[in-house]
């Protein structure tokens, strides 16, 4: 849709970037850890035959860099708990998690703290979490039964004691967004002041969402999948086959149904529509006690014709909404060695600015910001290098742009508001354990976790309007992001760990790597979103109209190399419009990390004090430009199961196969270390897309 007004365009695209700034994010190997006391040497041949253990020696890099350097990853990769796509950025929590373990016994740091009775809460969880009996899942347990009946019912389990008069699936669906679940209402908050909370599109499903193609057959593994979890939940309630099958059948006819709303959301527009849903005061009345009721970003057309269809299924929908808080509630283990590995991720993800607090305390060394700091420093000067060189800018773009690097701050571990810090911790003292049923522990906790994620929403009338998302108080996270309304770099502490980064790695595995991570981070700076921001974080249109046409001209060819990958395990295309910017901040924040490490190289070699400089992985016969990449790409080993595909087919991140394959086609550099020809897997053609 096309609008005559100039100001109501930057209204809509204001209100698009702020729903989108989530945290921009690009081992199991407790023995390989900052940690541990072997020597560098040993450290290192340990870590050279893990490198080595992922790849696919049979492959030629030429051919398919991600086979050659993940190939075997599937086969080798730790086995540890997961219910979703498993891969070597993501395996970083279990290196967290086992840290966190740790933690939870040091008493003596948490007294030095101040959050000793925090931490007895958190043990206290833990080992009732150890104790329960959590698989196979106990889905029938009366409290999760209770809670179920308080908030909507269960009909396949009440049978004729529930009333469909007395139900509304709204309502449900808003009690549900309480414990964290994936009703109908798909909650999300803004990551900018005041926090507000605002819908995207449900997903329908369980462990496979559905749409109109992976769901058109009984045979296909979304139909075998989310049925399979369906019975599960049902035959622990001793229900007789029939009414499973019964209740099933009702769940997917809905789902049908519902699919074929037109999936249109009013959510970007912040004027009066002419189409309004009346029910979302009860959703601001359950989930927010009336809070934010006048900020009005819902998808209205969507949920006015989502409830005809819910009105022709009351009984499905109940039955799909009880079990969406079962799967919730669910642990979701596949057997029970998992349940230790479980109990601590939860701990991590339920509890983390507790486990922050004592994770940068004891974790986080100063040895560790400095270097971080001193890759950051060279990340930059090859930034402004781009800047100064790129001939398609005009001058006065090139001021500008110039002008906002040398504005961009700088944090290392995390970011630093003790107050909120504190109160969030707090937070943890009202947890519930109870011992006799770790039903109703769970329950609490998922109700403690919602509530610390809304609470700078909740309080937000107490912070300034300059206040920063809460996530970025957390540097026990894997994750880095830049963030364009203060025009910051955030490289958080958790996010220092193996494949990212080790202090005793070699310089080029360090830039491969870490310097990737924070190089494409710096390119979000002058992505096509963060490009309407100025240096001073303001929203500002700083670009002539030359460069501006020039620099989407550029972009357009990263939107078109990317779509052109098709997935054969789900037979569709990329969206290269969807996952632009981060493919910009890939091919950009990889060109820059290499010429960081080049130009960090040629300083330390004209530096006459310097020693001998490392440049080589014990074991791995690679020339140092070979190294860095490999390293660039063993961030992202992975293994994908369809249902993965489906589910990050729509994420703005590129699916990490596809990552790996676009930056290095497009890579000059990685042609030149790997001797790679036109024609070959990875060089297809001369042409390249490059913007920075």
Excluded at 59 to 79: I, L, T, W
Aim: aromatic share 12%; net charge negative.
């Amino acid at each position: 849709m096309y609008f005559s007004s100039l100001t109501l365009l930057w209204v809509v695209l204001i209100y698009t970037i702020l729903m989108h700034c989530e945290a921009r994010s690009v081992m199991d190997t407790p023995d390989i850890s900052e940690s541990n006391d072997k020597p560098t040497a040993d450290y290192l041949q340990i870590y050279s035959d893990l490198m080595k253990s992922y790849m696919n020696l049979s492959v030629a890099p030429c051919d398919n860099f991600y086979e050659y350097a993940c190939g075997n990853y599937g086969k080798v990769k730790p086995d540890r708990y997961s219910w979703h796509r498993r891969s070597t950025f993501a395996d970083v929590v279990y290196t967290l998690s086992d840290i966190a373990e740790q933690l939870v016994g040091r008493m003596d740091l948490a007294e030095a703290l101040n959050v000793s009775s925090e931490l007895m809460v958190a043990q206290r969880f833990h080992n009732a979490c150890l104790g329960a009996e959590l698989y196979p899942s106990n889905a029938a347990d009366p409290a999760y039964l209770d809670l179920i009946r308080s908030i909507g019912g269960f009909p396949a389990v009440d049978g004729a004691a529930w009333s469909a008069s007395n139900f509304s699936w709204f309502n449900m669906s808003s009690h549900l967004t309480n414990y964290g679940a994936n009703g109908l209402i798909r909650e999300a908050l803004l990551a900018a002041y005041p926090f507000e909370p605002y819908t995207k599109l449900p997903e329908l499903g369980f462990d496979h969402i559905v749409n109109e193609v992976n769901f058109a057959s009984n045979s296909s593994r979304a139909y075998k999948l989310n049925e399979e979890r369906m019975r599960g939940y049902l035959k622990a309630f001793n229900l007789p086959d029939d009414k499973i099958d019964e209740v099933i059948a009702g769940v997917f006819a809905f789902w049908r149904e519902a699919l074929e709303v037109p999936q249109q959301c009013e959510v970007f527009y912040p004027f009066p529509i002419e189409i309004e849903f009346p029910q979302w005061r009860h959703y601001y009345d359950i989930s927010w006690n009336g809070l934010h009721v006048s900020s009005k970003k819902f998808c209205d057309f969507y949920y006015i014709e989502l409830d005809k269809v819910c009105q022709r299924h009351p009984e499905a929908v109940a039955n799909y909404l009880a079990m969406q808080l079962l799967y919730k509630l669910d642990p979701k283990l596949k057997a029970p060695k998992y349940q230790r590995d479980y109990c601590a991720v939860t701990l991590v993800t339920s509890m983390s600015f507790l486990f922050n607090k004592l994770y940068m305390a004891n974790n986080f060394s100063e040895e560790k910001r400095l270097e971080v700091s001193e890759i950051i420093q060279e990340l930059r000067k090859s930034l402004r290098r781009s800047l100064e060189e790129a001939e398609w800018l005009d001058k006065e773009t090139r001021e500008e742009a110039l002008l906002k690097e040398s504005g961009i701050q700088t944090r290392i571990g995390s970011f630093k508001d003790n107050s909120r810090s504190d109160r969030l911790i707090r937070k943890i003292g009202s947890l519930k354990v109870v011992n006799e049923s770790y039903a109703l522990t769970n329950i609490n906790l998922q109700r403690l976790i919602v509530e610390i994620e809304r609470f700078s929403s909740r309080h937000f009338e107490e912070l300034a309007n300059d206040t920063k998302p809460q996530t970025m108080l957390l540097g026990m996270q894997v994750s880095a992001v830049y963030w364009m309304l203060d025009n910051s770099i955030n490289v958080m502490a958790g996010l220092l760990e193996p494949p990212i980064y080790h202090r005793s790695w070699p310089l080029p595995l360090k830039f491969g790597t870490l310097g990737f991570t924070v190089g494409h981070e710096l390119t979000h700076g002058f992505d096509t979103t963060s490009s309407y921001y100025d240096g001073s974080g303001n929203l500002r249109s700083w670009w002539s109209e030359k460069s501006r046409q020039d620099f989407e001209e550029r972009a357009e060819c990263y939107m078109d190399h990317y779509g052109g990958y098709v997935i054969p395990e789900i037979n569709r295309r990329l969206n290269g419009k969807t996952t632009m910017d981060e493919n910009i901040a890939d091919n950009g924040g990889l060109r820059r990390a290499l010429a960081a490490y080049r130009s960090h190289k040629k300083q330390l070699l004209e530096d006459p004090d310097q020693a001998r400089i490392s440049e080589q992985m014990p074991g791995l016969e690679l020339t140092p430009d070979q190294l860095f990449f490999l390293g660039f790409a063993q961030v992202f080993c992975s293994e994908y199961e369809e249902e993965h595909y489906w589910k990050d087919l729509t994420n703005e991140h590129t699916i990490d196969k596809y990552r790996i394959l676009g930056v290095v086609s497009n890579s000059e550099d990685f042609f030149q270390a790997y001797n790679c020809s036109v024609g070959s897997g990875m060089r297809p053609k001369a042409e390249t897309c490059r913007i920075w």
